[in-house]
C-alpha cells in the first residue's frame, strides 16, 4: 500500500510555541491529503484537506490561522499548530487521497502534548 | 451528510470465539466503507474496504465485513479470535467523486481478548 512518513511522532512543546507536523509519500505522488486529529479517548475528526499547489480547505470549527497547511510539493504535506495551548494537546494524522476507490491509508501520527 | 453509528464500545471475547463488531452507516450517496485497527499510541491500518462489486469483503489478518445495503450495516467479523487482535477498531464511510477520501468516523470500539 501507499506508505505515509508522518514526523515527529511525539512531540511535546511549551504553550505559545509552535509546532510543524510533516507527513511525506514515499513511493507516490498526492495532489490531496487529509489531515485528522484525535483527541483522548475518542474517534478521529477530519481537521483540514490540503491541496497541492492550492489553498487548504478547513472543516467547520477548525481555526485556519492556528493550524496552517502547506503542500508545496505532490510528496511533502505539512501541518502547523501555531500559539499551541494545552487544548490542541492530541494524536494528529495524516491520509493521503490517491485515485477514487483507492485504499485510504494513514500515517503513523503524531501525539503532541502542549505544557 | 454521513455518519456512522458502531454498536457497542467495548466488546469483550475469549481466544478463539467469533468476534463481531457492528457498524450502521447513513448515507445519502452510494458510499465507500471501511474498517481500520488501531493499537495504542499507533496509527491507522486498514483492514478492509468495500468500494463495489462482491458485497462480503475480506481483509487482513483473517477478518471480513458484508456489505448490506437494505440494512445500512458493514458489520466486521472474524471466526476465531487472537490475543493479538485485542485494539480499537474504528468503521469509516467515505461518499465519491470529489469527496472520496474524507472519512467519517465511527466511535470506536474496543476489543478485548481474553486467554
Known amino acids: 500500500g501507499a506508505v505515509v512518513s508522518q514526523h515527529p511522532s511525539r512531540v511535546i512543546c511549551k504553550s505559545g510555541t509552535s509546532v510543524k507536523i510533516e507527513c511525506r509519500s514515499l513511493?507516490?505522488?498526492?495532489?490531496?491529503m487529509f489531515w485528522y486529529r484525535q483527541f483522548p479517548k475518542q474517534s478521529l475528526m477530519l481537521m483540514a484537506t490540503s491541496n497541492e499547489g492550492s489553498k487548504a480547505t478547513y472543516e467547520q470549527g477548525v481555526e485556519k490561522d492556528k493550524f496552517l497547511i502547506n503542500h508545496a510539493s505532490l510528496t511533502l504535506s505539512t501541518l502547523t499548530v501555531t500559539s499551541a495551548h494545552p487544548e490542541d494537546s492530541s494524536f494528529y494524522i495524516c491520509?493521503?487521497?490517491?485515485?477514487?476507490?483507492?485504499?485510504?491509508?494513514f500515517g503513523n501520527g503524531t501525539r503532541l502534548t502542549v505544557t | 451528510a454521513q455518519s456512522v453509528t458502531q454498536l457497542g464500545s467495548h466488546v469483550s471475547v475469549s481466544e478463539g470465539a467469533l468476534v463481531l463488531l457492528r457498524c450502521n452507516y447513513s448515507s445519502s450517496v452510494p458510499p465507500y466503507l471501511f474498517w481500520y485497527v488501531q493499537y495504542p499510541n499507533q496509527g491507522l491500518q486498514l483492514l478492509l474496504k468495500?468500494?463495489?462489486?462482491?458485497?462480503l469483503v475480506k481483509g487482513i489478518n483473517g477478518f471480513e465485513a458484508e456489505f448490506k445495503k437494505s440494512e445500512t450495516s458493514f458489520h466486521l467479523t472474524k471466526p476465531s479470535a487472537h490475543m493479538s487482535d485485542a485494539a480499537e477498531y474504528f468503521c469509516?464511510?467515505?461518499?465519491?467523486?470529489?469527496?472520496?477520501?474524507?472519512?467519517?468516523f465511527g466511535q470506536g470500539t474496543i476489543l478485548t481478548v481474553h486467554p
Open positions: 491520509s493521503p487521497r490517491l485515485g477514487e476507490g483507492s485504499p485510504l491509508h
Open positions: 468495500y468500494t463495489t462489486g462482491a458485497t
Open positions: 469509516a464511510v467515505s461518499a465519491g467523486g470529489t469527496s472520496y477520501g474524507k472519512l467519517t
Open positions: 513511493d507516490f505522488q498526492a495532489t490531496t
